[in-house]
């Protein structure tokens, strides 16, 4: 066996190896990116109808905050708005990771974007989290970030 021999059959399996598992462990990268976003998009999902019917409601009564506050359903009414605007900021964090494909994305925004704009207390609530929240840090935001406002 001459030199070349031992030493470029052994390179070349190493190559081979090396190409193979850089095959397989993009593939599985994929599924574990596949898994979770099957995860996030079913949790955001049920959370979200569950919030649905509520949301109609508030959008119905076309009040501002205030009004809804001391609306008989008020308490519920309002931290209906809290825990949507929780969705939302999660919903945004996991697309900022890049965890959501965009056209799963681009839809939930469009709602986002649908209730921030026809419901007038989400609004003002905030707005609200905005000036006394550390402008939007608690909800994952950068200075100047609004996921309401911005098209990513």
Not at 61 to 72: A, T, V
Not at 83 to 97: G, I, M, P, V
Not at 109 to 124: D, P, V
Request: hydrophobic share 35%; charged share 25%.
């Amino acid at each position: 066996m001459d030199w070349q021999t031992l030493i470029l059959q052994p390179v070349t399996y190493l190559l081979g190896g090396g190409i193979i598992t850089w095959i397989y462990s993009q593939r599985a990268q994929r599924r574990e990116h596949d898994k979770l976003m099957k995860e996030l998009f079913k949790e955001f999902n049920e959370r979200y109808n569950k919030l649905n019917d509520t949301l109609y409601e508030i959008k119905a009564l076309g009040s501002k905050l205030n009004d809804l506050r001391s609306h008989e359903h008020g308490r519920r009414y309002v931290q209906a708005l809290y825990d949507y605007l929780n969705l939302c900021a999660e919903e945004y964090f996991w697309h900022t990771k890049g965890r959501v494909d965009p056209k799963i994305w681009y839809s939930w925004q469009n709602g986002m974007f649908y209730w921030h704009q026809n419901i007038k207390a989400l609004q003002e609530l905030w707005q609200e989290e905005l000036n006394e929240k550390y402008n939007g840090k608690s909800y994952y935001l950068n200075p100047g970030e609004d996921f309401f406002h911005s098209v990513n």
